[in-house]
């Protein structure tokens, strides 16, 4: 809520809680419902019980799923006894933020309908946590954990894929001599990890939002779409985070805030710079149907001419100050012409549509830059995770006695649990031969940051261009249409004596 309207929010992240990347079930649901909970896979336990903020759970169960699930503890750990593999994918977790608009017990009711319809309904435990913390501005979210096998009818868990052998036309299975084997392929038993899915999700809690908006009679609608599928010019700014968010709250300047700034500026300006080229390219189109064309700066100078004779016909005087800003005003827009070898509309028309070029160049690069600075700053941001978790890593892969090993870890699991996800991530977003360079991450942002400022320098000339063409065409449209009357009024008169 923002002076008193309504600002609808979208949000829905997916992502995959896996085994693989140091992380649990037990652990993950531990923490979102703000429970004591004990891995029975690596004897762990978790307890968040002194986690603020939760202010709703609750299980869905679908059909053949045991009814003892609706226990928090008894589904994730059935989770990890049923997946055995070292990197196994565990649980999908989907996170959602709901309405401030709705009261709590509304917000509740949205989360559960959407997790029915769209999980639950389709063979996934959900188990849903809504949190509401305590802060200046409000936060209320929901995190979805649902399960990734589907069930069997006699209530066991069913396979996520399965193998299925390759046939000849014949319907034979095909022998592959070199690998000694049938050949075959993996099949999905569900669509859940289709890629169109995670849209489709997406999709669904705009639509489950937008429905809930239009029953209160709030015109703002969400979209799930990115800014760039949606025909917007501007990129998103960049995940501020909890430590930055307080940071900026306090006063206290971050980098994330001032990426964000800039972001902000940029996309402001331009939009400000297309709208304009947008009128001045329609005031062109309209002037131009004009049969013939005049020298522009002799039209420029009969307006300041005319100018007594403008405010005459408004019952007005004209002062000296007024005269003198009205003269600079025409200065600057003859020596705009002059300077850019304009004489005609049309030359107008031709550098109109070189400004747009360079407006679109400018604007891709900034695009562009906008998304590098980005993606160097989250670079940057988890390698704070990643170092200072790399030694406690080190010291506990460096330990050979396991019981002595055991006991380390257990006393140290978050922080090289961390560094593996940090390590996962990193392997994931580097491409290939990229190494970990925060040094080359920071150096690289300040170039990117250098050539910021220079190209928002460019885009204020363009703007500035912009702006004496508006004001070109203003006193051109203005001057024709006034001695258009003149013309009317004098034919009129004409007609009379006649």
């Known amino acids: 809520m923002k002076g008193g309207i309504f600002i609808a929010i979208y949000h829905c992240s997916i992502k995959i809680i896996s085994r693989g990347k140091g992380k649990s079930a037990v652990g993950a649901a531990a923490y979102r419902s703000g429970q004591k909970l004990t891995n029975e896979y690596d004897g ?25 699930y609706a226990d928090r503890s008894t589904l994730w750990n059935a989770v990890e006894k049923v997946e055995k593999a070292r990197n196994s994918q565990l649980a999908r977790e989907i996170e959602i933020s709901l309405p401030n608009e709705l009261s709590r017990a509304e917000n509740i009711e949205l989360a559960r309908r959407f997790v029915q319809q769209n999980f639950v309904d ?8 809504i949190h509401d913390p305590d802060r200046e501005q409000p936060n209320i979210h929901a995190h979805i954990m649902l399960t990734l096998r589907p069930f069997n009818e006699n209530g066991t868990w069913g396979d996520k894929q399965r193998k299925e052998y390759i046939l000849d036309a014949a319907g034979n299975k ?45 015109a703002d609608r ?25 940071m900026e709250r306090k006063g206290i300047r971050t980098e994330k805030g001032d990426i964000n700034r800039r972001i902000r500026e940029q996309n402001a300006e331009l939009h400000r710079l297309q709208a304009e080229l947008e009128r001045v390219n329609a005031a062109i189109a309209e002037l131009q149907k004009r049969p013939q064309e005049e020298n522009l700066v002799s039209i420029l100078m009969r307006f300041y001419g005319n100018g007594e004779k403008f405010a005459e016909a408004r019952g007005l005087k004209l002062g000296n100050l007024k005269k003198a800003q009205k003269l600079r005003d025409v200065s600057q827009a003859v020596a705009f012409l002059q300077g850019n070898h304009i004489s005609t509309m049309t030359e107008l028309s ?16 900034i695009i562009a830059r906008q ?13 704070e995770h990643y170092k200072p978790n790399k030694a406690v890593y080190d010291q506990w892969k460096g330990i050979t006695n396991q019981k002595k090993k055991d006991k380390f870890y257990a006393e140290h699991s978050s922080q090289i649990n961390a560094y593996k996800a940090m390590r996962s991530y990193f392997k994931n977003t580097l491409g290939e031969g990229e190494k970990i360079a925060p040094k080359a ?9 250098s050539a910021d400022s220079a190209d928002m320098l460019r885009l204020h000339k363009l703007e ?13 449209e203005h001057l024709l249409a006034y001695e258009d009357r003149e013309q009317d009024i004098q034919k009129k008169r004409n007609n009379v004596l006649e």
């Open 44 to 68: 762990l336990t978790h307890d968040y019980t002194r986690k603020g903020g939760v202010v709703h759970t609750e299980i869905l169960l679908p059909e053949y799923a045991p009814p003892e």
């Open 122 to 129: 389709k063979g996934m435990c959900a188990d849903i946590c």
């Open 174 to 218: 095909i022998y592959d001599k070199k690998k000694r084997i049938y050949k075959c392929r993996t099949v999905q038993t569900t669509d859940w990890n289709d890629k169109t899915k995670a849209e489709e999700w997406r999709a669904a809690w705009a639509e489950f939002l937008n429905a809930v908006l239009a029953e209160k009679g709030i």
């Open 222 to 246: 969400v979209d799930h779409r990115s800014f760039e599928r949606q025909g917007k010019i501007e990129q998103p700014t960049i995940h501020m985070g909890v430590s930055a968010t307080q």
């Open 350 to 365: 031709e550098k109109h549509s070189a400004l747009e070029t360079e407006y679109s160049e400018l604007k891709a690069k």
């Open 371 to 383: 998304k590098r600075m980005k993606e160097l700053s989250e670079l940057l941001n988890n390698y």
């Open 441 to 449: 991450w920071q150096s690289e942002l300040a170039e990117l940051e």
């Open 464 to 476: 500035d261009s912009t702006a004496i063409m508006a004001t070109i065409l203003y006193n051109v």
